[in-house]
Antibody, heavy 119, light 110 residues
Framework: QVQLQESGPGLVKPSETLSLTCDVSGYSISRGYHWGWIRQPPGKGLEWIGRIHHSGSTYYNPSLKSQITISVDTSQNQFSLKLSSVTAADTAVYYC????????????WGQGTLVTVSS | QSALTQPPSASGSPGQSVTISCTGTSSDVGSYNYVSWYQQLPGKAPKLLIFEVSKRPSGVPDRFSGSKSGNTASLTVSGLQAEDEADYYCNSYAGNNFVVFGGGTKLTVL
């Protein structure tokens, strides 16, 4: 069974960089698929942030592209998100998920982690 | 890219059918058969219900079905059950390796 688990600080100061990691178990990232990040502000809908292929190819939401870096570490079977220059608007539950790149749906999701941006 | 348009709320009585719409444009829903639907129970992560417009993953009851016409995709929940009360989100491929979500629909079972 594929499982994903997000980890990282729950509180980040404005203008700093938000850093999250997604640990994957039950499936080797190097075998394929794409691995993505989605966020959900409190009480609001889902927003796609970006994704990475095991080869390292990345695809980002154009509205967030200047802030985002997604990387993969196949030796640790994990992938990571960095979101720079955060503001209160970046407060959200952040989910990692597995994405089938050819048909663009998310079949496995992490439980999500709340990140609050506040001084 | 703008979010796909979903009604904020929908409701139905147990045993009834409810359909939730998801309206996009000719650049996303209208151009690709890569529409997926997700169910989000309170405090939980989204769960895949439908992919490629109308396909169900293993384990999803056949009470859930999907369809598409033009720029609008739809999710139908037949034989409503109390456990179906949740938020539902659509998602579509929009080209250039970009996907977009709908704003979400809160389904209430009366």
């Amino acid at each position: 069974q594929v499982q994903l688990q997000e980890s990282g600080p729950g509180l980040v100061k404005p203008s700093e960089t938000l850093s999250l990691t997604c640990d994957v178990s039950g499936y080797s990232i190097s075998r394929g698929y794409h691995w993505g990040w989605i966020r959900q502000p409190p009480g609001k809908g889902l927003e796609w942030i970006g994704r990475i292929h095991h080869s390292g190819s990345t695809y980002y939401n154009p509205s967030l592209k200047s802030q985002i870096t997604i990387s993969v570490d196949t030796s640790q079977n994990q992938f990571s998100l960095k979101l720079s220059s955060v503001t209160a608007a970046d407060t959200a539950v952040y989910y990692c998920a597995r994405l089938l790149g050819s048909t663009h749906f998310f079949d496995y999701w992490g439980q999500g982690t709340l990140v609050t941006v506040s001084s | 890219q703008s979010a796909l348009t979903q009604p904020p709320s929908a409701s139905g009585s147990p045993g009834q059918s409810v359909t939730i719409s998801c309206t996009g444009t000719s650049s996303d829903v209208g151009s690709y058969n890569y529409v997926s639907w997700y169910q989000q129970l309170p405090g939980k992560a989204p769960k895949l219900l439908i992919f490629e417009v109308s396909k169900r993953p293993s384990g999803v009851p056949d009470r859930f079905s999907g369809s598409k016409s033009g720029n609008t995709a739809s999710l139908t929940v037949s034989g409503l059950q109390a456990e179906d009360e949740a938020d539902y989100y659509c998602n579509s491929y929009a080209g250039n390796n970009f996907v977009v979500f709908g704003g979400g629909t809160k389904l209430t079972v009366l």
